[in-house]
């Protein structure tokens, strides 16, 4: 334990924790869930779902029971996918609890007991070792060599070494002195005082933050809601005149009620949200062969519009591990890099002594990196002494950045001295002249702007009497540089070559300095974006000033975890989509802002994965460029399915409004309609999401930010296409009425022609080039299965009594029918010779 223990802190009495505990609640997190059904609420507000919910509300007063079901599927569906969605958050909330430690040493009334963390209150004295995760807020008041890994706060892969400061200070503190709650300790041993636990520490306090963020809409939930709220207006304004219209004429009400539901079924685009679910779903299943798990189904479509990746360096786009990758010999200033398994002579006796200047079982991972790195290279010589015992250890202190070890050699003649610290500092013990510290200043400077950190390593011996308390009073001898860094993905580079293809723009947000960004950058390609801005720039800056900034900075560094957000939010205020990824707490905030948040599934923490839309399984960022090239595919592929039903809902449309101008029965039922709608449609689907990207898309194209789901030239060529089909429709129609033939008999021929004329017109809008090459390649696919299933049930219903009666139906000649398939055929066709001319 540290100099000062347990017998000059009494601690709190348990009469005064107990009073605190009440006060103050428990050590966790008291964050509150939303409900089941408040979410459902909140979701049943949408229009399109209240008016879905209504229809099927009406139709169950008035007895028919078979489109109320239908109607009540569809809405419990759409219910279900967004309170998944919605759920992450919540669990993004509750897994902040799981960072805390079960049990926890503190000092109750001068005696040192161990009790849950949960129970641990504001001015409790708790204790700390090396491997301990830290309960709760506080500062330090006792330490010995006490290093705190903070790379899930701060970005930084770095261990910060902690300054002790008097029990009774009432603050401020320094960031050297401040302990938090979720870190862990990697080195050394300490005491500090609580002065805040649950929600009132820095990781609580990021809790609160989530929960008060609304998650912003998906560029498609966007579009897709503007164009159903265009149907439902329109819908909502001609069903009045539609009612009144049909009521006055023929004085039958309940008919114009079912003859006005029929039209705001025909109307109401109710296939897209199936529509979007399928897709997704079946997205997130091809994506899933790639390693990535897809927590939020929308965003794999909102990863192939984005144009801005927020990447976070350290664990993301480098390994959050430090490795030594080269030695600098003070003999002759040589470097060595680690490309063969042997090292030449004079770089032994910088090996043994970075070893010697570490603990023999480390927990700090760059102690552990080298001395294995060391003892492979060293194996089998004189210069391992594993024989050799630790003495005394001279702790790093903020006014010196030196760690010092004594060992008792073999001989018991004198000790060795091993030493390692920061340059300036070594630099400072050996007694450097002016001009030699410029010159191994300005050697370190270099490997700095490489991303290279640098420690000085030196040596001492002393006769074996008792040795000094401060570490100038040796004679230490200069011996060299260690060079460690965080070693880039070996993925990244062309990952993130892929993406600049791809019109995403990487910007990198850390919490490192700007020149080991820099450095990073230049290594995985980021040439052309240098120009950075510090944490302390950006605090500076008004919005404006970072919106003129945006364009032109690729780095950000020394960013604490509020300005990342900041950022993400500049990014999104200037019509930007923004990806970020991330795998620390400090990470979290901006994950669950951020238009897709997509963390790491090995290294991420648990709150990073719960606020994230998108987890890399494998940490493999090349799967991100995988992600994107799915979501443009996904997103292409819908607007084909849109345009598709939008062209098909025409006739169907026109149809629904006949009696309204004829006075005629109503041509279609709602059983027709919902035979189109809800089986033939949404399974033509499925052969539009198994669409590859067309030839020349994948890089083209690259940014959707403002562009459209449905543009009025693509609404126009749909609006066409369903137009020729009802054309043709009231042509035979009118013709047959002419000539004498019943209802039924029209109905059925319209029927069959109109089922015809929608797989034709699924065909041609499978792609946008090529002619009726398109149709034969689509034979071979699932469109086939389609057809022939749909002509089964079609078939089929021609053949029983119940099914002609549900559906209006009269058995009609074989020519007849053969003419129906072959005028259905046709309105395709036409739009592929139009392909042809226009677009080959």
Same mark, same amino acid.
């Given at each position: 334990?540290?100099?000062?223990?347990?017998?000059?802190?009494?601690?709190?009495?348990?009469?005064?924790?107990?009073?605190?505990?009440?006060?103050?609640?428990?050590?966790?997190?008291?964050?509150?869930?939303?409900?089941?059904?408040?979410?459902?609420?909140?979701?049943?507000?949408?229009?399109?779902?209240?008016?879905?919910?209504?229809?099927?509300?009406?139709?169950?007063?008035?007895?028919?029971?078979?489109?109320?079901?239908?109607?009540?599927?569809?809405?419990?569906?759409?219910?279900?996918?967004?309170?998944?969605?919605?759920?992450?958050? !919540?669990?993004?909330?509750?897994?902040?609890?799981?960072?805390?430690?079960?049990?926890?040493?503190?000092?109750?009334?001068? *005696?040192?007991?161990?009790?849950?963390?949960?129970?641990?209150?504001?001015?409790?004295?708790?204790?700390?070792?090396?491997?301990?995760?830290?309960?709760?807020?506080?500062?330090?008041?006792?330490?010995?060599?006490?290093?705190?890994?903070?790379?899930?706060?701060?970005?930084?892969?770095?261990?910060?070494?902690?300054?002790?400061?008097?029990?009774?200070?009432?603050?401020?503190?320094?960031?050297?002195?401040?302990?938090?709650?979720?870190?862990?300790?990697?080195?050394?041993?300490?005491?500090?005082?609580?002065?805040?636990?649950?929600?009132?520490?820095?990781?609580?306090?990021?809790?609160?933050?989530? !929960?008060?963020?609304?998650?912003?809409?998906?560029?498609?939930?966007?579009?897709?809601?503007?164009?159903?709220?265009?149907?439902?207006?329109?819908?909502?304004?001609?069903?009045?005149?539609?009612?009144?219209?049909?009521?006055?004429?023929?004085?039958?009400?309940?008919?114009?009620?079912?003859?006005?539901?029929?039209?705001?079924?025909?109307?109401?685009?109710?296939?897209?949200?199936?529509?979007?679910?399928?897709?997704?779903?079946?997205?997130?299943?091809?994506?899933?062969?790639?390693?990535?798990?897809?927590?939020?189904?929308?965003?794999?479509?909102?990863?192939?519009?984005?144009?801005?990746?927020?990447?976070?360096?350290?664990?993301?786009?480098?390994?959050?591990?430090?490795?030594?990758?080269?030695?600098?010999?003070?003999? !002759?200033?040589?470097?060595?890099?680690?490309?063969?398994?042997?090292?030449?002579?004079?770089?032994?006796?910088?090996?043994?002594?970075?070893?010697?200047?570490?603990?023999?079982?480390?927990?700090?991972?760059? !102690?552990?990196?080298?001395?294995?790195?060391?003892?492979?290279?060293?194996?089998?010589?004189?210069?391992?002494?594993?024989?050799?015992?630790?003495?005394?250890?001279?702790?790093?202190?903020?006014?010196?950045?030196?760690?010092?070890?004594?060992?008792?050699?073999?001989?018991?003649?004198? =000790?060795?001295?091993?030493?390692?610290?920061?340059? /300036?500092?070594?630099?400072?013990?050996?007694?450097?002249?002016?001009?030699?510290?410029?010159?191994?200043?300005?050697?370190?400077? #270099?490997?700095?702007?490489?991303?290279?950190?640098?420690?000085?390593?030196?040596?001492? /011996?002393?006769?074996?009497?008792?040795?000094?308390?401060?570490?100038?009073?040796?004679?230490?001898?200069?011996?060299?540089?260690?060079?460690?860094?965080?070693?880039?993905?070996?993925?990244?580079?062309?990952?993130?070559?892929?993406?600049?293809?791809?019109?995403?723009?990487?910007?990198?947000?850390?919490?490192?300095?700007?020149?080991?960004?820099?450095?990073?950058?230049?290594?995985?390609?980021?040439?052309?974006?240098?120009?950075?801005?510090?944490?302390?720039?950006?605090?500076?800056?008004?919005?404006?000033?970072?919106?003129?900034?945006?364009?032109?900075?690729?780095?950000?560094?020394?960013?604490?975890?509020?300005?990342?957000?900041?950022?993400?939010?500049?990014?999104?205020?200037?019509? @930007?989509?923004?990806?970020?990824?991330?795998?620390?707490?400090?990470?979290?905030?901006?994950?669950?802002?951020?238009?897709?948040?997509?963390?790491?599934?090995?290294?991420?923490?648990?709150?990073?994965?719960?606020?994230?839309?998108?987890?890399?399984?494998?940490?493999?960022?090349?799967?991100?460029?995988?992600?994107?090239?799915?979501?443009?595919?996904?997103?292409?592929?819908?607007?084909?399915?849109?345009?598709?039903?939008?062209?098909?809902?025409?006739?169907?449309?026109?149809?629904?409004?006949?009696?309204?101008?004829?006075?005629?029965?109503?041509?279609?039922?709602?059983?027709?309609?919902?035979?189109?709608?809800?089986?033939?449609?949404?399974?033509?689907?499925?052969?539009? /999401?198994?669409?590859?990207?067309?030839?020349?898309?994948?890089?083209? #194209?690259?940014?959707? *930010?403002?562009?459209?789901?449905?543009?009025?030239s693509r609404f126009f060529l749909s609006f066409s296409q369903g137009a020729i089909v009802?054309?043709?429709?009231?042509?035979?129609?009118?013709?047959?009425?002419?000539?004498?033939?019943?209802?039924?008999?029209?109905?059925?021929?319209?029927?069959?022609?109109?089922?015809?004329?929608?797989?034709?017109?699924?065909?041609?809008?499978?792609?946008?080039?090529?002619?009726?090459?398109?149709?034969?390649?689509?034979?071979?696919?699932?469109?086939?299965?389609? =057809?022939?299933?749909?002509?089964?049930?079609?078939?089929?219903?021609?053949?029983?009594?119940?099914?002609?009666?549900?559906?209006?139906?009269?058995?009609?000649?074989?020519?007849?029918?053969?003419?129906?398939?072959?005028?259905?055929?046709?309105?395709?066709?036409?739009? @592929?010779i139009r392909k042809i001319r226009f677009f080959a």
């Amino acid at each position: 334990m540290p100099p000062t223990t347990e017998i000059f802190y009494q601690g709190l009495s348990f009469l005064e924790a107990s009073k605190l505990l009440r006060k103050f609640g428990p050590n966790e997190s008291k964050l509150k869930k939303k409900s089941f059904w408040r979410i459902s609420l909140s979701i049943l507000s949408e229009p399109m779902l209240s008016l879905l919910l209504a229809c099927g509300f009406i139709y169950a007063i008035l007895g028919d029971l078979e489109e109320a079901v239908t109607l009540s599927i569809a809405v419990i569906v759409v219910i279900s996918l967004t309170i998944y969605q919605r759920n992450k958050s !919540e669990k993004a909330l509750e897994s902040l609890r799981k960072l805390s430690p079960l049990r926890a040493k503190v000092i109750r009334e001068g *005696k040192k007991i161990e009790i849950d963390s949960s129970l641990i209150v504001p001015g409790d004295i708790v204790f700390l070792a090396e491997g301990d995760k830290v309960p709760a807020d506080g500062y330090l008041v006792d330490g010995l060599n006490l290093h705190s890994d903070e790379s899930l706060l701060t970005g930084e892969s770095i261990p910060v070494l902690k300054e002790e400061t008097d029990l009774h200070n009432q603050g401020p503190y320094s960031d050297s002195q401040k302990i938090y709650s979720g870190t862990k300790i990697v080195s050394g041993q300490g005491i500090f005082k609580v002065l805040f636990t649950g929600d009132f520490t820095y990781i609580g306090s990021i809790g609160k933050e989530m !929960e008060e963020i609304s998650e912003s809409e998906s560029p498609l939930q966007k579009e897709a809601k503007r164009f159903t709220s265009f149907f439902f207006l329109g819908a909502l304004v001609i069903s009045f005149f539609l009612i009144y219209g049909l009521g006055t004429r023929n004085g039958n009400w309940i008919q114009a009620v079912l003859a006005t539901l029929t039209f705001l079924m025909a109307v109401l685009p109710e296939e897209i949200p199936v529509v979007l679910s399928v897709f997704f779903s079946l997205g997130a299943w091809r994506i899933s062969q790639s390693g990535v798990l897809t927590r939020n189904l929308n965003s794999i479509e909102t990863l192939g519009a984005a144009t801005v990746l927020c990447v976070d360096k350290t664990g993301t786009l480098t390994e959050n591990r430090m490795k030594v990758k080269g030695l600098v010999s003070s003999l !002759e200033n040589s470097l060595f890099e680690f490309k063969t398994p042997e090292v030449s002579e004079e770089f032994h006796l910088l090996l043994e002594f970075s070893i010697l200047a570490c603990k023999k079982d480390p927990f700090d991972p760059m !102690e552990k990196a080298i001395r294995e790195l060391g003892i492979n290279l060293l194996y089998d010589t004189e210069h391992l002494h594993a024989d050799w015992t630790l003495e005394k250890e001279y702790p790093l202190s903020p006014k010196l950045l030196a760690l010092s070890y004594a060992w008792n050699s073999e001989n018991q003649e004198k =000790f060795v001295i091993g030493t390692k610290g920061a340059p /300036e500092a070594i630099f400072d013990l050996c007694h450097f002249s002016k001009e030699r510290t410029e010159y191994w200043e300005k050697i370190t400077e #270099n490997y700095s702007l490489q991303g290279y950190r640098a420690i000085g390593v030196a040596k001492s /011996e002393i006769v074996n009497s008792s040795l000094p308390e401060n570490q100038h009073d040796f004679e230490f001898n200069f011996l060299g540089l260690i060079l460690l860094e965080d070693p880039i993905r070996e993925t990244v580079p062309a990952s993130v070559s892929e993406c600049i293809q791809a019109g995403i723009r990487v910007v990198i947000i850390t919490g490192d300095h700007a020149g080991t960004a820099k450095a990073v950058a230049s290594k995985i390609g980021l040439v052309d974006h240098k120009e950075s801005i510090t944490g302390d720039e950006l605090e500076k800056l008004t919005e404006e000033e970072l919106a003129s900034k945006l364009d032109t900075v690729g780095i950000f560094s020394r960013i604490k975890p509020a300005q990342k957000l900041k950022i993400v939010k500049a990014f999104q205020k200037k019509g @930007e989509i923004v990806a970020m990824t991330g795998d620390g707490v400090n990470d979290a905030l901006a994950l669950q802002t951020a238009h897709i948040g997509i963390s790491m599934g090995k290294r991420g923490t648990d709150v990073a994965r719960e606020a994230s839309d998108l987890v890399l399984l494998d940490d493999n960022f090349s799967s991100i460029v995988k992600s994107v090239f799915l979501g443009r595919r996904i997103y292409e592929n819908i607007q084909k399915s849109i345009s598709y039903i939008v062209s098909v809902h025409i006739p169907i449309i026109g149809m629904s409004l006949l009696p309204a101008f004829t006075g005629d029965p109503i041509f279609f039922f709602p059983a027709h309609i919902l035979v189109l709608e809800l089986i033939i449609d949404p399974t033509c689907s499925i052969v539009f /999401e198994s669409l590859e990207l067309e030839k020349g898309d994948r890089f083209s #194209n690259t940014s959707r *930010k403002n562009s459209s789901l449905m543009t009025f030239s693509r609404f126009f060529l749909s609006f066409s296409q369903g137009a020729i089909v009802l054309v043709l429709l009231l042509v035979l129609y009118f013709c047959m009425k002419q000539n004498g033939h019943n209802e039924n008999q029209i109905r059925s021929f319209g029927f069959i022609f109109l089922v015809v004329s929608n797989f034709s017109l699924m065909l041609t809008n499978l792609t946008h080039k090529g002619g009726f090459i398109s149709i034969l390649r689509s034979l071979y696919s699932s469109a086939f299965w389609i =057809f022939f299933l749909a002509a089964s049930a079609l078939v089929a219903s021609f053949q029983f009594e119940f099914s002609l009666k549900l559906f209006g139906f009269q058995k009609i000649p074989l020519d007849w029918i053969f003419f129906s398939v072959g005028l259905g055929l046709i309105s395709g066709l036409i739009w @592929e010779i139009r392909k042809i001319r226009f677009f080959a």
